[in-house]
């Protein structure tokens, strides 16, 4: 079962992943960490290691994304800020140490749209 569920969450990364209108993307990547919260809470230890693996790879390709963002378009900037950072920070930190680039463009991230936590 918990294999069927870890399949499930991928293919909803890998569609969000390939997705630029945001609220679909959103929607799918909610899913995909719900069904992540699901699994961890009887995971062994190997599942919470591809759990974890499945998270900040998805997050790599997120901030892949980042300098192509439009950054006129409002939902997009929002989705990219709260869905990103606000819900993988563990794996933004990990990305930000191991790369300075991906530093980079989570600070220019937070500088373009930071501001919106306050709308």
Known sequence: MKNKLLDEARDLLNK???ITDPHPKSALCEQALELFEDILEDAQENEIVVINNVRKSFA????????AMNMDDVETARFYFLNFIL???KEVNELMGENPNFNEKIKWLGEQFGSFLEE
């Open 60 to 67: 790599r390709s997120l901030v892949s994304q980042i300098s």
């Open 87 to 89: 819900k993988f920070p």
């Open 16 to 18: 969000a992943e390939k």
